[in-house]
């Protein structure tokens, strides 16, 4: 099939209509797609390397306490289950959160960003009241930077605090690209 031939009157400015597409003013769908909005590029590498500097700072504080459990008496406390298991899982769903972040999905940075303000809110207020111990006390040991456990949850507070500010910025600030193809 062939395309009508231009029409005399006023000449055709902009991409012609295809055979069985919606006219301009049909109200469907346009023939020239719209570029997907990405997360913000810079932010969202920022972002990334940030989740997954905090993951290692999980995991090395994980590590620490399946060390210190199996020195002292061989028999891991609740405490020190609770540490493992949620240092494992936490810096598991970091690094998911941050492969999404990386490939520039906006829920992905939003996912991180969520994430990472629960582990720093857990981590500060949270762990006190559920533990009983004075929140004085709970800061003085996570800034303290006294034992390697201690410096492992400061630094992956702290990175995780950045990290919450550079995949909001990612996920709020949009970049659009032509689609591929």
Do not use: D
Request: hydrophobic share 50%; charged share 10%.
């Amino acid at each position: 099939m062939q395309p009508n031939p231009p029409q005399p009157g006023f000449p055709h400015y902009g991409p012609t209509a295809m055979e069985g597409a919606p006219t301009q003013w049909g109200g469907g769908p346009s023939p020239v797609a719209r570029p997907k909005p990405r997360a913000n590029a810079g932010a969202a590498m920022a972002a990334g390397v940030l989740a997954l500097l905090t993951a290692g700072m999980l995991v090395w504080f994980a590590l620490y306490n399946v060390v210190h459990a199996t020195g002292a008496s061989g028999r891991w406390s609740g405490i020190e289950v609770q540490n493992v298991v949620g240092g494992v899982i936490t810096a598991g769903l970091l690094v998911v959160a941050a492969g999404f972040t990386f490939a520039r999905r906006i829920p992905g940075a939003w996912t991180l960003c969520g994430l990472c303000l629960f582990y720093v809110v857990a981590s500060i207020a949270m762990a006190p009241l559920v533990w009983g111990t004075p929140f004085g006390t709970h800061l003085k040991w996570i800034f303290g930077f006294e034992k390697s456990n201690g410096v492992a949850t400061a630094l992956a507070i702290v990175f995780g605090a950045l990290t919450v500010i550079m995949a909001a910025i990612a996920g709020s600030v949009k970049s659009y690209e032509k689609p591929r193809g």
